[in-house]
């Protein structure tokens, strides 16, 4: 299976703990796509996305078309998680370019990353 950044899944992200996202969900991937497709490493970052709005940054919309997703939807890119490739139970297909521009400067503040938001410590 060929998991490329921006493709959308459905993951099961089951078992969870305190405030983080459970069950069989749809997520993005957004790891590398070299790292991704490289058999040596298991492991692939995904955003879990939501039909629940989100207020901020850190939840860009989604909107749906050739993503898969049937409504629109909201990415929790405050809920980035790394996960076995093995818990990717389907592939829907791909975001646009402008989501998952969005996407990657919420990565970039949540992360720290690059000139974005900076919070007092």
Not at 68 to 79: N, P, R, T
Request: glycine letters at 10%; a neutral charge; proline letters at 8%.
């Amino acid at each position: 299976m060929r998991l490329r950044r921006g493709t959308v899944v459905v993951v099961d992200l089951d078992p969870t703990v305190g405030h983080e996202q459970r069950g069989m969900r749809p997520c993005i991937i957004v790891s590398d796509p070299n790292i991704t497709a490289d058999q040596r490493f298991p492991l692939v970052c995904v955003v879990p996305i939501t039909g629940t709005p989100g207020e901020g940054l850190l939840y860009p919309p989604l909107l749906p078309g050739k993503s898969g997703l049937s409504k629109e939807s909201f990415a929790l890119v405050d809920q980035l998680r790394s996960i076995d490739k093995r818990r990717v139970r389907r592939v829907f297909g791909d975001l646009e370019v402008s989501e998952m521009a969005a996407i990657d400067e919420a990565l970039s503040v949540f992360l720290g990353l690059g000139d974005g938001l900076h919070f007092p410590a």
